[in-house]
């Protein structure tokens, strides 16, 4: 039964948020904080058109969204933490680029790149200036098994690094529901990488633990969402938080979700009866444990 007067005062978090200097950027920020947000994670979005392509390029493109977070922190007084990494879809395109025009070099050159991303997060993450490596994954879309196979030893590669690190990653992989859940747990045993460190973003709302198989799901709350999030939430004991994958690209406005989305749903989450000690989880306890504590 949905209880009206039920409200939500405590903090906001949106786990998965883009910027961009030629969308709405600031004023984006602004429809977050205006209807209750609180914190943003800014997950670092590439020129998909054209993606860096040496260690130096990488750090420059992450260091814009590092300042892009300092001007939304004192712009609107929000919490802001960062994610950077090469996104999955930017690399496997470039690869298959780079392998048909240079076979067995392409491949050299592609993997090399990759790890000259994640190895310039890496040194942001280490400075302090981000909190995650991310998102990180594997194609969504149907690939050679070329491709395939080697998104998936970069991906595993990554994990180990993570491991070794202490960091968590935020990943983008594809739709399914338990065959992922199993492949990334078994990736994750592997690498030595405890499973709530791996952040699965645009999760689907069915969270029951013995789906997630311990990994933090990082919840799409599109249309037709809550209903499966409040039927499964008391099956996980991982832990979950909200997401918008907002885009800010002015070809799509409003895409993924919009800016407002999550602030609205959690309001949503409170009145449909979820605890508030849950929802205080989704938004503190569960990404101070992965992040560390917020910026002011």
Same mark, same amino acid.
């Given at each position: 039964?949905?209880?009206?007067?039920?409200?939500?005062?405590?903090?906001?978090?949106?786990?998965?948020?883009?910027?961009?200097?030629?969308?709405? =950027?600031?004023?984006?920020?602004?429809?977050?904080?205006?209807?209750?947000?609180?914190?943003?994670?800014?997950?670092?979005?590439?020129?998909?058109?054209?993606?860096?392509?040496?260690?130096?390029?990488?750090?420059?493109?992450?260091?814009?969204?590092?300042?892009?977070?300092?001007?939304?922190?004192?712009?609107?007084?929000?919490?802001?933490?960062?994610?950077?990494?090469?996104?999955?879809?930017? =690399?496997?395109?470039?690869?298959?680029?780079?392998?048909?025009?240079?076979?067995?070099?392409?491949?050299?050159?592609?993997?090399?790149?990759?790890?000259?991303?994640?190895?310039?997060?890496?040194? =942001?993450?280490?400075?302090?200036?981000?909190?995650?490596?991310?998102?990180?994954?594997?194609?969504?879309?149907?690939?050679?098994?070329?491709?395939?196979?080697?998104?998936?030893?970069?991906?595993?590669?990554?994990?180990?690094?993570?491991?070794?690190?202490?960091?968590?990653?935020?990943?983008?992989?594809?739709?399914?529901?338990?065959?992922? !859940?199993?492949?990334?747990?078994?990736?994750?045993?592997?690498?030595?990488?405890?499973?709530?460190?791996?952040?699965?973003? !645009?999760?689907?709302?069915?969270?029951?633990?013995?789906?997630?198989?311990?990994?933090?799901?990082?919840?799409?709350?599109?249309?037709?969402?809550?209903?499966?999030?409040?039927?499964? !939430?008391?099956?996980?004991?991982?832990? =979950?938080?909200?997401?918008?994958?907002?885009?800010?690209?002015?070809?799509?406005?409003?895409?993924?979700?919009? $800016? @407002?989305?999550?602030? @609205?749903?959690?309001?949503?989450?409170?009145?449909?009866?979820?605890?508030?000690?849950?929802?205080?989880?989704?938004?503190?306890?569960? $990404?101070?444990?992965?992040?560390?504590?917020?910026?002011?």
């Amino acid at each position: 039964m949905v209880d009206a007067h039920r409200l939500w005062k405590g903090p906001i978090l949106d786990n998965h948020f883009h910027l961009n200097r030629k969308g709405r =950027f600031l004023d984006a920020a602004k429809d977050f904080k205006n209807v209750g947000g609180t914190h943003l994670v800014l997950v670092h979005c590439p020129d998909f058109a054209s993606p860096p392509t040496s260690l130096k390029e990488h750090r420059e493109t992450y260091a814009d969204t590092i300042a892009m977070a300092e001007e939304v922190r004192v712009e609107h007084n929000l919490h802001v933490r960062v994610v950077l990494g090469p996104h999955p879809a930017a =690399f496997a395109h470039q690869f298959i680029k780079w392998m048909e025009e240079d076979g067995e070099k392409g491949i050299e050159k592609a993997c090399e790149n990759y790890r000259d991303s994640i190895d310039a997060a890496l040194e =942001f993450v280490k400075e302090g200036q981000a909190h995650a490596i991310g998102e990180v994954g594997r194609p969504h879309w149907e690939v050679s098994d070329e491709v395939w196979d080697l998104s998936n030893q970069l991906l595993e590669e990554t994990m180990a690094l993570a491991a070794k690190e202490g960091i968590p990653l935020q990943l983008h992989v594809e739709g399914e529901l338990e065959s992922t !859940y199993r492949d990334l747990s078994e990736m994750a045993a592997r690498a030595n990488l405890p499973t709530h460190r791996l952040i699965r973003h !645009y999760s689907p709302p069915q969270i029951d633990e013995s789906i997630t198989r311990g990994l933090t799901s990082s919840v799409l709350v599109g249309k037709g969402a809550l209903e499966p999030l409040l039927a499964s !939430y008391e099956q996980n004991q991982t832990g =979950f938080m909200l997401e918008t994958d907002y885009m800010d690209d002015p070809r799509r406005p409003g895409a993924v979700l919009g $800016p @407002k989305t999550v602030p @609205k749903r959690t309001q949503q989450l409170i009145e449909a009866g979820m605890d508030e000690e849950m929802l205080w989880k989704c938004h503190v306890d569960i $990404p101070n444990a992965l992040y560390g504590e917020a910026e002011e």
